[in-house]
DNA sequence: ATCATAACGCTTTTT
DNA sequence: GCGTTATGAT
């Protein structure tokens, strides 16, 4: 044999018994296990496995190094090993140790890898796979998001950039706020100096690196007085920023970016140290986060990212999708595998996914298949209107828990969140347990943000923002005049506010208030003590108390004050969890941390059982076995704004792409055809993307054409057809809408006779007066909760509440009309 | 300082 | 249509 020949046949010896650690794998996902070294682009489309290959990928690195992907054989092998390993992959029994030695080329320390993903979910998931798959060793890979990493690069570098290791985060409301006070000094119109435009110029331009100086600069050389003036404001935010040693989100990064691009030395390091660098959902990365992570894998050039150019949806926040349409042309020699097989959804679903992304250009390419046969054809229902919708959606999860489904097991999406009152009302009616995800954030709640600006002001002096929010946070009686004194005074000195406070006795204007400035300051001061000097959890206690926050929403107990109680003690709990996580590493300083990057807590745990409602947006990354796709109307999904801008209409596309591609099981696009949002009522029709699903993968309801449209008007949308809404209660049975017609065998109950052809009268016209169908005492069964008894009838106009004692679930509130249809008495 | 009323907007939003 | 927010009056 010669040394060629046997070189050959030992690489190849070698991959094949490396890939017998993934026999699970199917043929593309052990491609991207095993291909470690260079460039490497995966195209992962929706459900197919791309977490299980990054976490098998990392497996593999740690195990065997670049094992199964370089020509390297070791001097010292002999034909025995490679028979030996010839067997091996065979299929053959062997050593394992043995195995692993001639496998393994520099096998990688875990703290060479990072694994970047966008959000902590992704990250704590990642995090917690490669525990479970690795132990210990997994605790040295740094896999967290962009910015988390970015924090911890800037805690121990930022001092080259002239900020103060101790700076502060601000999120995006703190921006938000200190942006309106920039332009009403600045004496700019609100109305073309809107602070959310305004910050999304600033946003950009930080994405283009671009420092307020050379905005301002290049402004300035312009005739264009808006964007001169928008120079102004972000170099007074720039300014303010500094004074307040505060960074924003896109500081993060691009401070990071700056750092590794001017520090040749820190930049060596981290190039250095990463081997292996990995990046989640590439294609949402901007381009501050494209030069991150191309700057972090400046060094080994060993950069892996995993995205679906199919999937991008954050266009509007800055996203560019060429990052991964170009990957293979900004990395010389990269590699692509593509990740096609789905094992998420049945085929019905999957084609019809396909169908509509298909109407996009400028893709890479891509097909998902399955083999899990083809299941259940998605549904279109077609509401009269938005009451409709909803109670068609609750009709629906009722009949399947009817039949032993999970609530769970079901999620409504919709295109923005004020779509999601309708169907809240209609679960309610029903006495479906519901979660929504997304709308008010815990941490947006004013009393969380009051305890935040406590806790950010004692660790930072500096933090004016922080500590303008809570000076008169309960009142103190330091107005709005001495407030704006301390302002001026320490603009005037170029110091924080902070420091003036801990002057006021000294300063004339401030006399008259200085002993309630001089009490604050010193409520500051021994807070400050305190944090460094007791545990976070007994200090967080005491902050409560001596500020007099927790004495104040005590005082009055309204409902709304105790709510804010329970949020405040909720934020407690946060505190608690990370003392545990963190132990006796737990500071003041990094549980702020973990709080600025963390804008939701954890709502969504999977162990309470409620149907979920979310926005699209927010469903990326999750699955459900049955998907609600609500509001499928032009207008609403795509948008107006989409409508008319083809780049803005793929986008949309894609969203809807991502919404379908949820389902494991059944999929149901609804819409109404009249709505009423934002206080008016707009007829729709049918959603482009609805129709652009191929007629054979999906169950439509006959041609709304001339069968049923009023007076011949081919597309009319008033055809004052019979709907699913509860207000013909006498009627149930009847009248349920188009789908039931073309049979998805979903049907509860009693199926309904062909759809009627025509009614004149509009539905819900004359509201029918209050029947009793059910007395107090009734022994009742309902098609989902089972047998109960009924407790209370309370009247309300021309509905009922009931109160019922189910067997099974116990007391429910459900509405006499809704309940009608799914329970009957005994 | 606190309440009331008027005015305003209003996609989506991983950090 | 509704919920937040800015402003003005007491």
Redesign the pocket.
Known sequence: MTREEFEKRFIAARRSSIARDFEKLNDMQLQAVLTTEGPLLLLAGAGSGKTTVLINRIANLLRYGRGSDTDLVPEQATEEDLAYLEKYAAGGEADRERVGRLCAVDPVEPWRLIAI???????DEMKSRLERMLGEEAYDIWAM????AC?RILRRDIDRLGFDPSFTIY???DSQ?LM?RIIRELDLD??TY?Y?SVLTVISKAKDEMMSAEAYAAAADRTTDIRKRNIGRAYMEYSRRMRDANALD??D?ILFTVRLLLDHPEVRDYYQRRFRYVLID?YQ???NLQYMFASLLAGGHKNICVVGDDDQ???K????TIENILSFESNYKGARTIRLEQNYRSTGHILAAANSVIRNNTGRKGKELWTESGLGEKPVLYIAPDERDEAQYVAGKILAEAACGGRWSDNAVLY?????S?AMEFAFKRNGIPYKI?????FFER?EIKDMLSYMCTVQNPSDDLRLLRII?Q???????TTVENLRQIAVTRGVPIFEVLQDAGRIDVLSRSAAKLGKFAELIGDMRAAAENIPLDEFYDMLLEKTGYEAMLRE?MTDENVTRLENVQELKSNITAYMKENGDDATLAGFLDEI?????IDQYDRNSDSVVM?????A??LEFKSVFIVGAEEGIF?????IGEPD?ME??RR?CYVAMTRAKERLFLVCARHR?????TTAGKVSRFVDEIDREHINRPPESGNTFAFGGESDAWDTGYGGYSGDRYGGYGRGRGFEDAVSDGYGYGRRPAAPRKKTISRPAAAPAKYVPLFAAGDRVEHSAFGKGVVTKVQPTGNDALLEVEFDAVGKKRLMMKSAAKYMTKL
């Open positions: 993903t966008f959000t902590n979910k992704a990250a998001t962009f910015h988390s924090v999120d995006t409301s706020s309106k609100d109305k809107n959310k989100f896109d993060l959902e949402d990365t901007n991008s949806i954050y509007f926040r800055g996203a295109r923005m969140n004020a779509q009152n995800i997304g709308g008010t954030r004013a008169n309960p009142p103190r009686g330091i107005g709005e009055r600025a990057l963390y804008t939701d979310m926005t699209m947006h927010s990326k990354g795509p948008g107006t704004r989409s803005e986008e949309e969203l009423m949002l934002f206080g008016r």
